[in-house]
């Protein structure tokens, strides 16, 4: 039973973390860590994902399937979506290349790693939401195909723990001249084909471990992560069109100040 409790508290972080610009991989890591939960062959981190890239989805299901029936008679369809594939294909090359380096040295419970990416990342989150430009984007039907592949380079960051995927996207459109909440509502776009890919290549790799793994652990980390997921995001755009990102970047910060100071004391 308390197995099913830890699963539902990872579903909750993962769907929590995934969409704030804050790093979900790097709060797994850390949770699995603190609350000693195994996850023998990344199954469970795997499928939970999985949760947060369907409640997305369902989130923007009226805008995607606008997009996807007009792409044979729609210019403006066809342009959107030109837009987010062109601003995924680099995440997807570094991600294909990178992926199991990054895996193999970064992920090992490197806590340093993951705390210096922490206080980075919010120092330039911070610098950016106090010098941005007078942003000229104010939608994402209105982003130029330019900025949005420049923006979805900063993706590929992402493969280090620590390094928020929707930080570093977020920020790198405001210091584009994008307005926040689009450049919140791009990412979310731009998630749904890079995670959609990464959750295929992360499964191909830890297929052979399913039938070891726990079916009802897995169930209710997806179910928490798909639900979490699903009410955060809106309020979370809903928040940046007030405050903008400045208490995200001290959470990091202050989190990553954290991590360094126990593992100094250890």
């Given amino acids: 039973m308390y197995s099913l409790f830890l699963a539902a508290v990872l579903g909750v972080i993962q769907g929590v973390t995934e969409f704030l610009p804050v790093s979900s991989t790097a709060h797994l890591l850390i949770s699995e860590r603190v609350l000693g939960f195994q996850d023998a062959g990344g199954v469970f981190t795997v499928m939970i994902q999985l949760g947060s890239i369907l409640a997305v989805m369902w989130l923007y299901r009226e805008k995607i399937i606008d997009v996807l029936s007009g792409l044979g008679s729609r210019p403006d369809a066809r342009e959107f979506a030109?837009?987010?594939?062109?601003?995924?294909?680099?995440?997807?090359?570094?991600?294909?290349?990178?992926?199991?380096?990054?895996?193999?040295?970064?992920?090992?419970?490197?806590?340093?790693?993951?705390?210096?990416?922490?206080i980075v990342g919010?120092?330039?989150m911070l610098l950016v939401e106090w010098r941005r430009p007078r942003p000229d984007v104010l939608d994402v039907d209105g982003l130029p195909a330019g900025r949005a592949l420049a923006i979805g380079s900063f993706q590929a960051l992402a493969l280090v723990p620590g390094v928020s995927r929707s930080g570093g996207t977020i920020v790198a459109g405001m210091a584009l001249g994008v307005d926040r909440p689009a450049a919140a509502e791009f990412t979310f776009f731009l998630a749904m084909p890079t995670m959609m890919a990464a959750f295929g290549h992360d499964f191909l790799e830890v297929r052979h471990n399913l039938a070891s793994a726990q079916g009802a652990q897995i169930a209710v980390g997806f179910l928490m992560a798909f639900l979490s997921s699903l009410l955060v995001v809106k309020p979370f755009l809903n928040y940046v069109r007030r405050g903008g990102f400045a208490p995200f970047a001290w959470y990091r910060i202050v989190l990553g100040g954290v991590i360094l100071a126990a593992i100094a004391v250890r």
């Fill in 82 to 118: 030109f837009k987010v594939i062109l601003a995924s294909v680099p995440a997807l090359v570094a991600g294909g290349l990178l992926s199991k380096f990054v895996k193999a040295h970064l992920y090992g419970r490197n806590f340093i790693v993951i705390a210096v990416a922490f």
């Fill in 122 to 124: 919010g120092v330039i």
